[in-house]
């Protein structure tokens, strides 16, 4: 089945550790984001890829980076730069970068600082 | 920037009753899409109805359809004959040509209730 895995579903760090979530996508997306979502609050962009190895910045990027080395995979990199990581993210994919095109979520990853 | 708006934090409507959420937008484009997305207690997040701006028919999926009122910026969704299934929270977001093209600005969301 076509669709959007990510990985670990949920996500324990210390403070001070960087960590890594996974996205893979077998859709043959061009186009590739990662979403943070807090309480009450609706989802904000943080990175974004229409292409194989570009990326961009999102509203949100301070503290994250990001690689696409290859079309199905989009892992995003929690630093500890990040001041409030503690969250939920959300990894979408759609076929391509205009806007006519729907976006496709994972699952999610849960991340919790201790 | 365009900004999204949804004004009820929650709603709730008895099974098998209409109910009827609200959205706002604030855009200077003229060509863009609006989406209603529902995320039920599982945290997946599924479309449940887009809208392009250009056309002026009101998108309809099923129980889901859309009151889109261009020149006031609002986009509600109406869900009819509602299930217990519908419990969500439910997002509008909006997508346009300008700044980051392809990438959803989303609402704060609606949390929706339904009574048995």
């Known amino acids: 089945d076509g669709g959007i895995t990510q990985s670990p579903k949920y996500l324990f760090r210390k403070e001070g550790q960087n960590v890594t979530l996974s996205c893979e996508q077998n859709?043959?997306?061009?186009?590739m984001y990662w979403y943070r979502q807090d309480p009450g609050q609706g989802l904000r962009l943080i990175y974004y890829s229409q292409i194989v190895n570009d990326f961009q910045k999102g509203d949100i990027a301070e503290g994250y980076s990001v690689s696409r080395e290859k079309k199905e995979s989009f892992p995003l990199t929690v630093t500890s730069a990040q001041k409030n990581p503690t969250a939920f993210y959300l990894c979408a994919s759609s076929k391509g970068g205009s806007i006519r095109y729907e976006q496709f979520f994972g699952p999610g990853t849960r991340l919790t600082v201790l | 920037a365009q900004t999204v708006t949804q004004s009820q934090p929650e709603m709730s409507v008895q099974e098998a009753e209409t109910v009827t959420l609200s959205c706002t937008y604030d855009?200077?484009?003229?060509?863009?899409?609006l989406f209603w997305y529902k995320q039920p207690p599982s945290r997946q997040m599924i479309l449940v109805i887009r809208?392009?701006?250009?056309?002026?028919q009101n998108a309809t999926e099923n129980r889901f359809s859309v009151n889109f009122q261009k020149a006031a910026k609002s986009f509600s969704l109406k869900i009819s004959d509602s299930q217990l299934g519908d419990a969500a929270m439910y997002f509008c977001?909006?997508?346009?040509?300008?700044?980051?093209?392809?990438?959803?600005?989303f609402g704060k969301g609606t949390k929706l209730s339904v009574k048995p």
């Open positions: 809208q392009e701006a250009y056309k002026q």
């Open positions: 855009t200077s484009e003229s060509d863009y899409y």
């Open positions: 977001a909006y997508s346009g040509y300008g700044g980051s093209q392809g990438n959803l600005i």
């Open positions: 859709l043959n997306h061009d186009a």
